[in-house]
T-cell receptor
Framework: DTGVSQDPRHKITKRGQNVTFRCDPI?????LYWYRQTLGQGPEFLTY????????KSRLLSDRFSAERPKGSFSTLEIQRTEQGDSAMYLC?????????????FGPGTRLTVT | GESVGLHLPTLSVQEGDNSIINCAYS??????FIWYKQESGKGPQFIID?????DKRQGQRVTVLLNKTVKHLSLQIAATQPGDSAVYFC???????????FGTGTLLAVQP
């Protein structure tokens, strides 16, 4: 199975520390999305890449958050100076290029706990 | 507006019965709709999608109905099984990026 993979699956960090998450999309997918999900809620959009270009960022993505997709394949999401409010599940999804099938396939997520 | 609260709507059904999960979406301009199933500790799993130029689409044991007049989406699951127990989310998308906006989930509990 070559689905979307994310690493790490769980991360516990102290407030003020920096964390970085990785997402490996399905290989032929050139669209990549990051979402955040808190307990009892649906995922909320954070940012979107088409190949290596970051084309949209949500207002939820504060200056402490940065995402990259340097070669148009894997992506990283970094959170600097973490706060307790950053505790959530961070989900990555990928889909085919525009004009092809649009369904987004999600990875298992990285659960972040900020203490 | 956004839904808030930790208490998910719950649908409890008997094994073998049909289930219907409903969703209201917010944006009249959305042209793509999708249902996901999410089990505890896992990422959302794609179930079925539908475009706004259709009002019904069928998959294996699942049917999605779209009513654009009242901005309503439903997911029908035939012969519900214990393995169908999960939280179900509808999402709307479209536009250049197709970013998804998720609705409030519904917890489906299947009683054996």
């Amino acid at each position: 199975d070559t689905g979307v993979s994310q690493d790490p699956r769980h991360k516990i960090t102290k407030r003020g520390q920096n964390v970085t998450f990785r997402c490996d999309p399905i290989s032929e997918h050139n669209r990549l999305y990051w979402y955040r999900q808190t307990l009892g809620q649906g995922p909320e959009f954070l940012t979107y890449f088409q190949n290596e270009a970051q084309l949209e960022k949500s207002r939820l993505l504060s200056d402490r958050f940065s995402a990259e997709r340097p070669k148009g394949s894997f992506s990283t999401l970094e959170i600097q100076r973490t706060e307790q409010g950053d505790s959530a599940m961070y989900l990555c999804a990928s889909s085919r290029q525009p004009g092809q099938r649009d369904e987004q396939y999600f990875g298992p997520g990285t659960r972040l706990t900020v203490t | 507006g956004e839904s808030v609260g930790l208490h998910l709507p719950t649908l409890s059904v008997q094994e073998g019965d049909n289930s219907i999960i409903n969703c209201a979406y917010s944006n009249s301009a959305s042209d793509y709709f999708i249902w996901y199933k999410q089990e505890s500790g896992k990422g959302p799993q794609f179930i079925i999608d539908i475009r706004s130029n259709m009002d019904k689409r069928q998959g294996q044991r699942v049917t999605v109905l779209l009513n654009k007049t009242v901005k309503h989406l439903s997911l029908q699951i035939a012969a519900t099984q214990p393995g169908d127990s999960a939280v179900y989310f509808c999402a709307e998308g479209g536009g250049a990026t197709n970013k998804l906006i998720f609705g409030t989930g519904t917890l489906l509990a299947v009683q054996p």
